[in-house]
C-alpha cells in the first residue's frame, strides 16, 4: 500500500515537473529576446502546465487502421481533453496518418517495440486486429474469395498475443483503463469468421479478451457488429450481450461510431469493467444516441 501510494506519488511529481519544464521551455523561448534575468514561471504557465496534468494520455494502437484512425483523429480534436498518441505497425502508415511526433512505430507481436508508446499512458484503446487478405486472382464476383492471413499475422499471432503483449505492457506501466475492440460472433466457435484462412480469428479474439477481463485493470471491451464506413453520430446505437443482437436486423454500426464509443467509454465510470456487443439502428430510424453514460449504464454483463 505504502509502495504503490510512493509510486503514484513519484508519478504525478514528475509528470508535474515534466509540464512544468515544457512550459517553461516556451516561455523562455518567447521570451528570449526580451527579457535577461532569472528564469521564472508565470502564474499563466503554472496554470496552463495543471491544465496539461489533468488531461488524460490516451494511446491508440491500430491507429492507421481504418477505425484506430477515425478515434487517433478525435482525440487529436479533443486536445482540451486529451494527450492523445498513436501506435502503428509500420513508417508508411505513420506518414499516411500525418507523420506526428506523438504516432509511435512498433510492432504489438514484439512487446519490447511498444514499450516506448505505451510509457506514461494513462488509457489504452486497443483497434489492432489481424488483417485478412484476398488471394490475388480471387474474385468475389464469383463466389466465395480466397482468404489467407500472412504468415506469423495469423489472429494467433496478432489478435492473441499481441493484444496479450499490450495488456501486459500497459499493466506494467500503471495504465488505468483499456478499452478492446472485438468482434460480434465470439459466442459461437463454429461461426463462418473462424473457418476465415484458417484463422479462428474469433476465437484468439475471445482469448484475448479474457484475459484482459482477469488482467484486474478496469476496461471496456466493445464486441462490435459488422463496420460500415458510414457517418457516425447520426443513428441511434444500440448495446447487447452474448451475440443476441445477431439474432436481429440491426447487426452492423459505422465504424465512426465504434470510434466515438471508444472515446465515451474513458469518460463514464458506467463504462468501466463491462463487455457488451454494439450495433445501430439504420440512419433515420431511431433517435440519434447522444447521451453516453445512459447508453453505458443499460450493460449489466460484465464479460
Ligand atoms: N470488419 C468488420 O466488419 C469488423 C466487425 C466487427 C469487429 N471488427 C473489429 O473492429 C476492429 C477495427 O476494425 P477495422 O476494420 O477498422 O481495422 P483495420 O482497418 O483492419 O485495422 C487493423 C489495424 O491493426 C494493425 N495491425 C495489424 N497487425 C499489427 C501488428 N502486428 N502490430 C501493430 N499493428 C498491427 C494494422 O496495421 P497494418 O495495416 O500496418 O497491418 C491495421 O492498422 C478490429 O479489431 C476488427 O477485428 C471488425
Known amino acids: 500500500m505504502f509502495l504503490s501510494s510512493l509510486a503514484f506519488f513519484a508519478r504525478f511529481v514528475f509528470q508535474l515537473a515534466y509540464a512544468i519544464k515544457a512550459t517553461q521551455n516556451k516561455e523562455i523561448s518567447l521570451n528570449r529576446n526580451r527579457r535577461r534575468g532569472p528564469r521564472r514561471i508565470s502564474v499563466v504557465s503554472m ?33 482540451d481533453q486529451f494527450i492523445g498518441r498513436g501506435l502503428v505497425r509500420t513508417a508508411e502508415s505513420k506518414q499516411q496518418i500525418g507523420g506526428a511526433d506523438d504516432v509511435f512505430v512498433g510492432d504489438i507481436r514484439d512487446a519490447d517495440s511498444i514499450a516506448p508508446a505505451i510509457h506514461g499512458v494513462d488509457a489504452l484503446i486497443i483497434l489492432t486486429s489481424a488483417v485478412p487478405r484476398m488471394k490475388p486472382g480471387s474474385d468475389p464476383s464469383i463466389g466465395r474469395p480466397e482468404i489467407y492471413f500472412e504468415d506469423g499475422a ?26 478492446l475492440v472485438g468482434s460480434m460472433g465470439g459466442t459461437n466457435p463454429s461461426h463462418p469468421l473462424n473457418s476465415l484462412g484458417n484463422g479462428n480469428i474469433l476465437v484468439w479474439k475471445r482469448k484475448a479478451e479474457q484475459y484482459l477481463a482477469d488482467s484486474g485493470i478496469p476496461y471496456t471491451i466493445i464486441r462490435a457488429g459488422g463496420l460500415l464506413d458510414k457517418e457516425g453520430g447520426v443513428r441511434e446505437l444500440l448495446v447487447g450481450k452474448d451475440d443476441e443482437l445477431l439474432q436481429t436486423e440491426t447487426r452492423t454500426v459505422p465504424r465512426a461510431d465504434v470510434a466515438e464509443v471508444c472515446i465515451q467509454a474513458l469518460q463514464f465510470e458506467e463504462a468501466k469493467f463491462k463487455a457488451f456487443d454494439l450495433a445501430s439502428k439504420p440512419e433515420g430510424a431511431g433517435a440519434r444516441t447522444k447521451d453516453f453514460k445512459a447508453l453505458f449504464s443499460q450493460i449489466t454483463s460484465r464479460f
Open 154 to 179: 495469423y489472429p494467433e499471432q496478432v489478435d492473441w498475443i499481441g493484444q496479450k503483449n499490450q495488456i501486459d505492457a500497459a499493466k506494467a506501466a500503471g495504465v488505468k483503463q483499456i478499452v
Open 47 to 79: 496554470s496552463a502546465a495543471m491544465t496539461d496534468l489533468k488531461k488524460s494520455t490516451v494511446l491508440i494502437t491500430g491507429a492507421g487502421g481504418r477505425t484506430g484512425h477515425i478515434a487517433y483523429k478525435k482525440l487529436k480534436e479533443r486536445s
